[in-house]
Structure formats: structure tokens, C-alpha cells
């Protein structure tokens, strides 16, 4: 008998926007920094800084399957998935599955790693980052080689995080799909009562966050920039 499914809703529109608003902005900044273009890589990485300030607000006070404490688990609980995995197969999860928790956490760790260093680089040529003149030029060119370097950890783990996502599809759980449409579809019998329990906040609470972040690294940080663009 074939398994009845229902469509739920997983995602919020917040969090799906950080998403795809992060790969885009990654996207932009290697393009930047690989043409020089050093000025607009700067407007890109504080409106990543945006995004990663909102993303860490967000899984404090957001919708349940945004929130850390929905999807980060202590590692026997990961332990225990993987152990599922590997007996039953991949199982569709409502948010993120133990094992791609700790991965959102790794990716954000790194990026946020990424725009701090900046913060200090140099280029040696036209382009400093806001805080290089507070630390000494060793200290300079050590973040400077650790943002260059650091990006290429980034490459490796957006590799495997696409990965898995391809492994997921393969197996019946359409990751992407559901980080478009904020819906996934899932098994009645398994899923129908979490369906219920899950919350989601508000839009304007949001976008009220977002504001104040946006506001703040846009007055300190990228109004100078755009002044002389």
C-alpha cells in the first residue's frame, strides 16, 4: 500500500531569504575579489554581515524550525541518525535533520570567521578593511592570509553541503524544493501531528529585526563606501 503524503509547511519566508540572499552574496563576493572590484566586495560582505546578524537573531527568537534549539542536538542524537541512515536509509525532517544542523552551524561559523578577518585585510594596494588600523601590520597580514585561505574551507564545505543535498533529492527529500516553496512533502502517518505543533512568527517581526541590523552596519560600515562609489 502506497504511503499517503501531506503538504507541510517547514520553512518561513525569513529564513528561506537569508538562504538564498547568502548564496548570492557568496556568489558576488568571489566575483568581486576576483576582479578587483574590492569597493562593491566590501558592499557585499557587510550585507552578508546583515544577513548572518539576522540569521543568528532569528534562530533565538524565530519560527520553530528556525530556531538552534530546534535542529542542534547533542552528538549521540546525531550519532543515533547517522545509525538510522545507514540501516534505513535517508527519512524526510521536518527543518533540518541532526547532521545538517551541525553543518548550518559549521557554515555559519566559518562565513561569519570570513567577514571578521575582513574586517582587518588589506590589499596591500588601495583597500582596507574599517578595523586594520587598530591592529599591528603583522597581525594585518596574518587575517589578511587567513580570509584568503579561510574562503577556500568555504568552497569545500558548500561542496559537500550540495552534496548531500543531491544524496537527499536522490532518496525522495527534495531539500531544495522545500527551500523555495517553504513546504515539503512528508508522510501523513509520520508527520501529521508535528505538523500542528509547529509555530512560525511573524513576517514584520522579521523584517523589523532585519531593519535595525541593516540599519546599523549600513550607517558604520557601508555609507562610507557608497559615498565614494
Not at 590589499?123 to 584568503?148: I, N, Q, R
Not at 568552497?155 to 527529500?173: I, P, Q, T, W
Amino acid at each position: 500500500m502506497e504511503t499517503e503524503h501531506i503538504k507541510v509547511k517547514v520553512w518561513d519566508l525569513p529564513t528561506r531569504f537569508f538562504h538564498w540572499g547568502m548564496v548570492a552574496l557568496m556568489a558576488l563576493l568571489w566575483w568581486s575579489a576576483e576582479v578587483g572590484e574590492m569597493q562593491w566586495h566590501q558592499i557585499f560582505a557587510y550585507s552578508l554581515l546583515i544577513l548572518i546578524g539576522f540569521r543568528l537573531l532569528w534562530g533565538l527568537i524565530g519560527s520553530d524550525t528556525a530556531r538552534f534549539s530546534h535542529f542542534v542536538h547533542h552528538p549521540k542524537v546525531v550519532f543515533e541518525y547517522l545509525k538510522d541512515v545507514r540501516a534505513k536509509g535517508v527519512s524526510v525532517v521536518l527543518g533540518h535533520n541532526p547532521m545538517g544542523g551541525y553543518m548550518v552551524i559549521v557554515l555559519i561559523t566559518i562565513i561569519s570567521l570570513q567577514l571578521i578577518t575582513g574586517l582587518f585585510a588589506t590589499d596591500d594596494v588601495f583597500t582596507e578593511g574599517p578595523l586594520y588600523s587598530y591592529v599591528s601590520s603583522d597581525t594585518a597580514s596574518f587575517l589578511t592570509w587567513l580570509h584568503k585561505m579561510n574562503f577556500n574551507l568555504i568552497l569545500a564545505l558548500s561542496a559537500v553541503h550540495v552534496l548531500a543535498v543531491v544524496a537527499h533529492a536522490l532518496k525522495g527529500d527534495k531539500l531544495v524544493g522545500a527551500m523555495l516553496s517553504g513546504y515539503k512533502r512528508v508522510p501523513k502517518v509520520e508527520h501529521a501531528k508535528a505538523e500542528s505543533e509547529l509555530a512560525f512568527k511573524s513576517h514584520w517581526l522579521a523584517l523589523i529585526v532585519l531593519l535595525i541590523i541593516a540599519g546599523v552596519v549600513f550607517t558604520y560600515l557601508m555609507w562610507p563606501i557608497v559615498q565614494v562609489l
